[in-house]
């Protein structure tokens, strides 16, 4: 008779400990993806700010185009990703806005790039301030986002 009533009581214990397994888990996996397209995109804004400096409108325009691709791409694996704890959600919703303002800096950089080739200074330099203020916006989420997965 106690084995009966041992045997559901063990059961659920089982159940709930593998969901707390498992609760680690989404935000581990949450974390390494926005970990690995933050490595990816960062190293892209770097191209593209090296090539800014070194007054190469068209590679700038290309890497923009790359870096903009990347952060929706970057996007997208973060929006496929669940989150198993609130702070988790909290920062699957940061990393994804941060990824959408990175897809806008990449897109006004690259506008910025192609005005300069037509030799439309004064939009060039607009487009890429709004590019970076979009950047530095997407900076200060994704950082919010991985203090709350540490």
Avoid at 10 to 18: E, I, Q, W
Avoid at 21 to 35: D, E, K, P, V, W
Avoid at 76 to 91: L, N, P, Q, V
């Amino acid at each position: 008779m106690v084995v009966r009533r041992a045997a559901p009581l063990f059961t659920m214990l089982l159940v709930v400990l593998a969901l707390a397994a498992t609760a680690g888990a989404s935000n581990a996996t949450l974390r390494t993806t926005i970990n690995r397209w933050s490595l990816k995109v960062g190293a892209d804004a770097r191209a593209v700010a090296v090539d800014a400096q070194q007054h190469h409108p068209r590679r700038m325009t290309s890497d923009a185009t790359r870096f903009r691709g990347d952060a929706l791409r970057a996007r997208a694996a973060t929006a496929a990703r669940h989150a198993s704890t609130a702070k988790g959600a909290d920062a699957r919703r940061l990393a994804l806005g941060a990824f959408s303002a990175y897809a806008v800096a990449g897109s006004r950089w690259a506008a910025s790039g192609r005005a300069r080739l037509a030799h439309h200074r004064a939009r060039a330099a607009a487009l890429a301030t709004a590019g970076a203020r979009y950047a530095r916006r997407g900076n200060s989420l994704l950082v919010s986002a991985g203090k709350l997965l540490r």
